[in-house]
């Protein structure tokens, strides 16, 4: 199954080479991305998913010094319109101070083209806090004071973060200052990038948290970078991209042996529909894929590769281990663990 970069800005991540000075940093890569929820997600009424605080430390491209962020989504909105800014946080707790003393209230934000609502409004006689952004969801005013405490929890760890960012030696925890209590985290580290032709292949240790389809939470990730409709890079990751290279070895097999061949992948439902050709005129594999019904209509996305290319992704891919071993046994800088 074909899974797509939860942010475009994840595509942007390449290999992960030490910079001059690299080794008096406490965290010696220089493109990761790595994010903690702080807490539980905080109950909505009903039993439905409400707010989650989660605090983020990352370096990329863009931002070689690196940076943190603290971030509120409510997870019962659907999907990409979860976050809540400052300003969406103060509604939310304006709203709480307002419900919680029995009065009325109401506050319209605007982003974009999106609209949030958030009310004190009577609920079968109890007043509740509405939250309406196309969904609408209620909570309990007394959420307000849990956010409050999960706020703070999350202040400490972004503090602590900002130290590991800069520091040369950890630092000590202070009351002010300190990893976030939780019990799993996302992250992205990438571990190198190949420049194809028509198409870039990206390698990067990911740890989702929870197991996908039995894999250990560690796990190397294979993905490509394509210029979608439209002129803008995308891109696309998941086991199918691993099936897709295999090909492309014995592709290369082939034309070392000056031999046909072409593979189709099945038509199962099981992955993304691609092809692998020898090309014996330019010594190279050819493969063509199509991005799925996630990019809407799309033509196959067409590239090549050569033997040198082959055998730097296999490079890089081979780096994986060493790097799940550096986080795994340094878990502790980031989260701990109830």
């Known amino acids: 199954m074909k899974t797509t970069a ?19 940093r406490l965290i010696p890569f220089d493109e990761f991305y790595l994010s903690v929820p702080v807490e539980d997600v905080t109950a909505a009424a009903g039993g439905a998913k409400g707010l989650q605080v989660s605090v983020t430390i990352n370096r990329g491209v863009q931002d070689p010094l690196g940076g ?24 939310f707790l304006e709203a709480c101070g307002a419900a919680s003393h029995g009065e009325d209230f109401r506050k319209e934000l605007r982003r974009g083209i999106n609209k949030t609502v958030y ?15 196309g969904d609408k969801v209620l909570f309990a005013p007394q959420e307000a004071a849990r956010l409050k405490v999960t706020l703070a929890q999350a202040a400490a760890a972004e503090a602590w973060y900002r130290e590991l960012l800069t520091a040369s ?8 200052a300190h990893p976030p209590k939780a019990t799993n985290f996302f992250l992205i580290s990438k571990l190198g990038g190949v420049r194809a ?18 894999a250990p939470p560690y796990h190397v990730e294979h993905g490509l970078q394509f210029i979608r409709l439209g002129g803008n890079w995308s891109s696309t990751s998941g086991e199918w991209v691993k099936r897709l290279l295999e090909q492309v070895a014995l592709a290369l097999q082939a034309v070392g042996k000056k031999e046909a061949f072409a593979y189709v992948s099945p038509q199962d439902g099981e992955g993304d529909n691609f092809s692998v050709k020898a090309n014996l005129e330019t010594q190279k594999a050819d493969v063509s894929f199509e991005p799925g019904r996630f990019f809407g209509k799309h033509s196959p996305v067409q590239g090549s590769f050569g033997v040198a290319q082959l055998a730097e992704i296999r490079e890089i891919a081979a780096q994986g281990p060493a790097r799940a071993k550096w986080f795994a046994e340094h878990e502790g800088w980031f989260l ?3």
Request: include cysteine; charged fraction near 30%.
């Open 6 to 24: 939860l942010f475009f800005l994840f595509a942007l991540l390449s290999a992960a080479v030490s910079a001059p000075g690299a080794e008096k």
């Open 68 to 91: 943190t962020k603290i971030e509120v989504r409510c997870q019962a909105l659907h999907f990409p319109d979860r976050s809540m800014d400052e300003e969406d946080v103060a509604a």
């Open 119 to 133: 009310e004190s409004v009577l609920v079968d006689g109890l007043r509740r806090v509405r939250l309406q952004r």
């Open 169 to 176: 030696a950890l630092p000590e925890k202070t009351a002010g």
């Open 197 to 214: 032709e028509g198409l870039d292949y990206e390698v990067s240790l990911r740890h989702h948290g929870f197991n996908i389809r039995n």
């Open 336 to 338: 701990e663990r109830p």
